[in-house]
Every structure is written in C-alpha cells, then in structure tokens.
C-alpha cells in the first residue's frame, strides 16, 4: 500500500538534523510522494534542494498568507524562476482572516497573483483559508485558475461550500490534526466531500494528531507545540478509514487515484 501526503513542509528546521532518520521512517511507511510546500522566499532553496535529491518530492513554490508582508520588491520574479526551474505546483497559497494583524487586501493581491501563475502553467496550487471563505470564493470564480484543479489543504470551511467548490476544481486534503476531539464540525465536513475528491496531508510539522494516535513522536518546540513528523502519514490513514468506515486498502487506492489525477501532470520519478 503506498501513501501519498498531499501538503507538508519537509523542508521546516523543526524536523530537526537527523535528516538520514527521518527518511529511513517513511521509506518504511512506504510514503511514495509528498507535495513538499515552500512558504516564503527564504524557503524556496531549501525545497529546491530536498526536489533534487529525492525523488519522493514534489516541489510547490508559493508564498504563505502569514509571510506576505515580508515579500521582497522582486518576489514574483524569484517565484516564477523556482517554478520554472523544477516540475512544480504552487503553494502554499491562500487567505487568512484569523491570524493576528492581517490585512486581507494585501493577501489577496498576492494570491490573486499567485492563482494567475499555476493558472497559465496548469499546475495545481495549494490554497490555505481560514476566515475568508466568501473572499476565497469570489477570487477562485473570478479566476483564472488552473484547469487541472487545485487542493483546499486542511479543509475546514462550510461544508455546503463543498458542491460549487468541487465543481471549480476543488479537492480537499485531510489532516491529523482533526482526530482531535473538539475538531468534531471540520472533520465531519469531510462526510460531504465527494469521494473522488478526497486526499490526506499531514502538514508535517505542524497540525500534530493526538498523542495516542502519533507513530513518530518529535520532541516538542521551546513554545510547547508538539512537532509531526512527516511519517506519521500511515496513521492519519488510519484515522481517516476509520472515520468513514472504509476498508484501508480501499481508503489508499482511492486516494492514489486522486492524488495521481490532480498531481500527476508533474513528472516524478518515485509514486
Ligand atoms: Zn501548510
């Protein structure tokens, strides 16, 4: 049974240096491909790098709503060069309407234009949302977006959204995280999300599942946060098929089918 992470960000120090362990456990979890996403210029290079020595990366180029006030004047050139330098998507994209000190206009310049570019190359772009689902909305319907679609990682918005999203070629990725049990609402929009849309992310090294459910256990940041280790993808699997009462095996064809639809058009070497 092969896995397929639709969003992490292997490239984040917090993974720490032992580099060489952390490959050996998800060669053994038969992880056969990961959208690695850049969130800022500064981590752009460090994508590129982990692309060119692995084949198990696919690299994604974008800048993160949190870092967009950080841009440099030439940040759109740098993106453009990155993604004509190596097969790859764009993102990590999108809008947040929650994180301290936002300034959703400025988001959605940067988005917009960000759209634009995986858009004209027909790439998929991975978009973040959080509080901004009518702006997200109105962006994506306005377009241009790509034609091969584009992933809603960490879904978490209303999930009667979830018909005309799928139908502007939305597919929505499913984190550990949501094993947590106050995240009952976000995990249960999941039900409505059509089967052949579905994917499954552990966003590595963020959005941690409950301690209990771990594989990998990191130690945790100097702030308390615990840290996910990217090979914990197996049992957000795991969780997932419990979830919908679908047999894993099942749960892992029907996932490699979508993941392959929506990224397939980057050639790889590994999946
Ligand atoms: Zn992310």
Same mark, same amino acid.
Request: proline share 8%; charged share 25%; aromatic share 10%.
């Given at each position: 049974?092969?896995?397929?992470?639709?969003?992490?960000?292997?490239?984040?120090?917090?993974?720490?240096?032992?580099?060489?362990?952390?490959?050996?456990?998800?060669?053994?979890?038969?992880?056969?491909?990961?959208?690695?996403?850049?969130?800022?210029?500064?981590?752009?290079?460090?994508?590129?790098?982990?692309?060119?020595?692995?084949?198990?990366?696919?690299?994604?180029?974008?800048?993160?709503?949190?870092?967009?006030?950080?841009?440099?004047?030439?940040?759109?050139? !740098? @993106?453009?060069? #990155? $993604? %004509? =330098?190596? *097969?790859?998507?764009?993102?990590?994209?999108? /809008?947040?309407?929650?994180?301290?000190?936002?300034?959703?206009?400025?988001?959605?310049?940067?988005?917009?234009?960000?759209?634009?570019?995986?858009?004209?190359?027909?790439?998929?772009?991975?978009?973040?949302?959080?509080?901004?689902?009518? !702006? @997200?909305?109105? #962006? $994506? %319907? =306005?377009? *241009?977006?790509?034609?091969?679609?584009?992933? /809603?990682?960490?879904?978490?918005?209303?999930?009667?959204?979830?018909?005309?999203?799928?139908?502007?070629?939305?597919?929505?990725?499913?984190?550990?995280?949501?094993?947590?049990?106050?995240?009952?609402?976000?995990?249960?929009?999941?039900?409505?999300?059509?089967?052949?849309?579905?994917?499954?992310?552990?966003?590595?090294?963020?959005?941690?599942?409950?301690?209990?459910?771990?594989?990998?256990?990191?130690?945790?940041?100097?702030?308390?946060?615990?840290?996910?280790?990217?090979?914990?993808?197996?049992?957000?699997?795991?969780?997932?098929?419990?979830?919908?009462?679908?047999?894993?095996?099942?749960?892992?064809?029907?996932?490699?089918?979508?993941?392959?639809?929506?990224?397939?058009?980057?050639?790889?070497?590994?999946?």
């Amino acid at each position: 049974m092969k896995l397929y992470d639709a969003h992490n960000h292997l490239q984040d120090v917090r993974l720490g240096e032992d580099r060489a362990g952390m490959w050996g456990a998800l060669r053994r979890e038969n992880v056969a491909l990961m959208v690695v996403n850049g969130t800022t210029e500064e981590d752009w290079p460090r994508v590129m790098e982990l692309a060119r020595s692995n084949p198990e990366v696919l690299p994604s180029f974008g800048y993160h709503p949190w870092w967009v006030r950080e841009r440099s004047s030439n940040w759109e050139a !740098r @993106l453009a060069d #990155c $993604l %004509d =330098a190596v *097969p790859s998507a764009v993102g990590e994209i999108g /809008l947040d309407g929650w994180v301290k000190g936002h300034d959703l206009e400025d988001q959605e310049r940067v988005f917009r234009t960000q759209l634009g570019m995986a858009a004209e190359r027909n790439v998929p772009a991975s978009i973040h949302c959080i509080q901004a689902w009518g !702006r @997200l909305v109105k #962006c $994506l %319907d =306005a377009g *241009p977006r790509p034609a091969c679609g584009f992933l /809603l990682h960490s879904f978490g918005g209303p999930p009667e959204m979830i018909p005309d999203l799928a139908a502007m070629g939305a597919y929505f990725s499913f984190p550990g995280y949501y094993a947590h049990d106050r995240k009952i609402r976000q995990r249960e929009g999941f039900l409505q999300v059509p089967p052949d849309r579905l994917l499954i992310e552990t966003d590595a090294p963020d959005q941690s599942m409950p301690a209990e459910r771990v594989t990998y256990p990191l130690p945790q940041t100097s702030d308390g946060k615990p840290v996910n280790h990217p090979a914990n993808l197996g049992a957000v699997y795991q969780f997932v098929a419990e979830f919908l009462g679908c047999p894993a095996p099942e749960l892992a064809g029907r996932v490699e089918a979508n993941f392959k639809r929506l990224f397939g058009g980057i050639p790889r070497s590994a999946g």
